[in-house]
């Protein structure tokens, strides 16, 4: 088993049977539900090391809580990345987001930003990923009863302690294992993860840490952001070639 699925499964125990309060009503842990094909994506695309690591927040509705893969618009998943398989229905099924795998032809536009770059400057995926990967901070999505999807950084300190404390053992097991040069949050969020992780690493575990690496970030791509909805492609190229991860 590779060390990222080892980290993964890991921490789809370490979240199960954890509640959240009103206004959240519905919790999807795609880890659970859409593992074939999260596990795929770890395996396909997620030998190390890699020189480059984007992590995210969370997932999206019509991303990767259809596919289990990290911003998971859905033509990038099937045919870009050739991904394929069954995915099962979450726990408590909220009916204005329901689960339909693959077969879903809704559009998460952050995904479809995020991966169109990549597609559009590396041509085939195999090209991206060896050198890059993707993971998110959180795996779980949170919803309210209306359907509104709510962020990590709108819960209770109290009630995401546990899940913190989750996914920055897996994002320490993940930076261990692919060893990065580039450490790149999208977004703020994603960004204040990783330092975290960083400095637990060199209190704890500095051996595991890699012998050089910067922690970045680039734009978010979603379409909350009037920024990103400028052209968050060429932002965030500008962004990277500026901060020294891809060349001009």
């Known amino acids: 088993m590779s060390a990222l699925v080892s980290a993964a499964e890991q921490l789809r125990k370490d979240l199960r049977g954890l509640a959240f309060a009103e206004p959240v009503t519905h919790v999807y842990n795609p880890l659970e539900y859409a593992w074939t094909l999260h596990q795929q994506y770890l395996e396909r695309f997620g030998a190390g090391p890699k020189r480059i690591l ?55 536009v952050s995904g479809r930003r995020l991966w169109g ?19 998110n901070f959180c795996p779980l999505v949170f919803m309210e009863e209306t359907g509104r999807n709510r962020t990590p950084d709108k819960l209770p300190a109290a009630e995401m302690a546990p899940v913190n404390a989750a996914c920055q053992a897996h994002l320490r097991r993940v930076v261990a ?7 790149i949050g ?13 400095v637990e690493m060199e209190q704890d575990a500095p051996g595991d840490l890699p012998k050089e690496y910067e922690v970045k970030r680039v734009l978010h791509p979603s379409p909350a952001s009037p920024a990103a909805n400028r052209g968050w492609a060429e932002a965030a190229t500008k962004s990277l070639v500026k901060q020294g991860v891809w060349e001009g």
């Open 54 to 108: 984007f992590l995210g927040m969370n997932p999206g509705p019509w991303g990767m809580a259809q596919s289990g893969v990290p911003f998971g618009e859905i033509p990038a998943v099937r045919d870009w990345m050739g991904l394929a398989g069954e995915v099962a229905k979450p726990e408590n099924e909220h009916p204005k987001r329901p689960i339909e795998g693959l077969a879903c032809a809704r559009s998460e």
């Open 117 to 135: 770059l990549f597609a559009e400057r590396f041509g085939a995926a195999e090209n991206f990923f060896a050198e890059h990967f993707v993971v």
């Open 177 to 183: 294992a692919l060893q990065p040069r580039y450490l």
């Open 186 to 198: 999208v977004g703020g969020y994603a960004e204040a993860q990783l330092k975290e992780a960083v």
